[in-house]
Structures are given as C-alpha cells and as structure tokens.
C-alpha cells in the first residue's frame, strides 16, 4: 500500500497570506495529485504531475501554484489565501497498472483562510 | 452534466443487512476505484477493478464498462462500514472522475 504523508493537516491562514502544502510518497509512484473537497462539490482536481519536474493544471488551477521538486515530493502553493480556499486538500499518488491509473491519497490537510 | 453518477446519495441500513451502491457513467470509463471516506475524513482504497469483479471479506464489487456502470455490494453491514463511499473512473489518462459519494449509515 502507497504511504503518502501530508503536512500540515491542519492549518489556520490570514487572507492574503502564502500557504504551502506539502506532500511526501514513499512508493516511488510517477504521478502526484492534489485535490480538494468541498461539500456539495465531490473532490476537484487542482493540479497533477508526471514526474520530478512537471507540474499540470487540473479542473480548477486558479489561485494556486504546484511544485515537483523530486519524485517524493508535491507541493500546493498557495500565494495569497482567500476565504474562497477554505477547504480540505488531499494529496495523492498514482500509477498506471496497464488498464488504467490508481490513486493512493494521504490523510487530508484542513486549511481554514480567515 | 454530471460524468460519475452514484446512487443512492445517502443510505441507513441496520446492522447485519444487505445492500448495494452503483455508479453509473457517461464516459468510457477502463478502471474503476472505490473508496470508503471514514468519519474521520481518511479516503481508504477498496477496490481497483478493471472489468469483471472482486470480492473481499463482506464486500464485492463489479464493473462492466460495456454497460457502463460499477457496483459495490455491502453484505452483513456492520457500524465500522459506516461512512461515505466514493467511485471514481479512469479512462486511462491522468484524470479521474468522482461521483458524489453515498452516505452510509448503519444502525445498531
């Protein structure tokens, strides 16, 4: 089973303020993902990554950065939190079993913009 | 419209029944993930199912992407089972399409 850490989870940010998120696999997967969940909206992809160096804008980019540092390591960066961002962030890793890709998430961060 | 439709939204079930989720798709979905959100908001990996099914301990799942549709059958519901549970297809890309989740209740 894939390990995939996430920090902080839980995290209390002033409107505009930078927050970063960070994620950590230990399964050596390719892909990375972040996603958020909102009630009402199911869980939206914000961006994803092949690789050490790639970063991909998913559904809903805006308002937020990526950064693939290395295969181990996802970051969600967001440079000035709105109240708009409150929300939970999941991370995730993934690979391609030959039919179709997998997903692996972590814990969760809470993050509440005031 | 929506790509992933999971029905029912919401359930209660007394311990010890029998139930059954599905999903149903509008995209040509080749694997299917299921996913049990717990109260404490952890997303749990169940299945991965490319056509055909699984079965483990008092849960079992198909897909059939002819069809296009997923289920996810509860036998013998215990409170432990309570929670969310989420589907979501992967057409082969890095894109997975999430239903809205069925919100599971079992009743002592």
């Known amino acids: 089973e894939a390990a995939v850490t996430q920090s902080p989870r839980n995290k209390v940010a002033v409107t505009g303020g930078k927050v970063t998120l960070s994620c950590n696999q230990t399964?050596?997967?390719?892909?990375m993902y972040w996603y958020r969940q909102d009630t009402g909206h199911g869980l939206r992809l914000i961006h994803y990554?092949?690789?050490?160096?790639?970063?991909e804008k998913g559904d809903i980019p805006d308002g937020y950065k990526a950064s693939r540092p290395s295969q181990e390591n996802f970051s969600l960066i967001l440079e000035l939190a709105t109240p708009s961002q409150t929300s939970v962030y999941f991370c995730?890793?993934?690979?391609?079993?030959?039919?179709?890709?997998?997903?692996?998430f972590g814990e969760g961060s809470r993050l509440i913009v005031v | 419209g929506d790509k992933v439709k999971q029905s029912p939204s919401a359930l209660s079930l007394q311990e010890g029944t029998n139930s059954a989720l599905r999903c149903n798709f509008s995209?040509?979905?080749?694997?299917v993930q299921w996913f049990l959100q717990n109260p404490r908001g952890s997303l749990i990996n169940l299945f991965y199912?490319?056509?055909g099914t699984k079965e483990n301990g008092r849960l079992k799942s198909a897909f059939d992407s002819k069809e296009s549709y997923s289920t996810l059958h509860i036998r013998d519901a215990q409170l432990e089972d309570s929670g969310t549970y989420f589907c979501a297809a992967n057409t082969g890309y890095q894109n997975f399409y999430f239903g809205k989740g069925t919100s599971l209740t079992v009743i002592p």
């Open positions: 199912l490319v056509p």
């Open positions: 995730a890793s993934g690979v391609d079993r030959g039919a179709g890709n997998t997903l692996y």
């Open positions: 399964n050596n997967h390719n892909n």
């Open positions: 990554s092949y690789g050490a160096g790639s970063t």
């Open positions: 995209i040509a979905a080749t694997t």
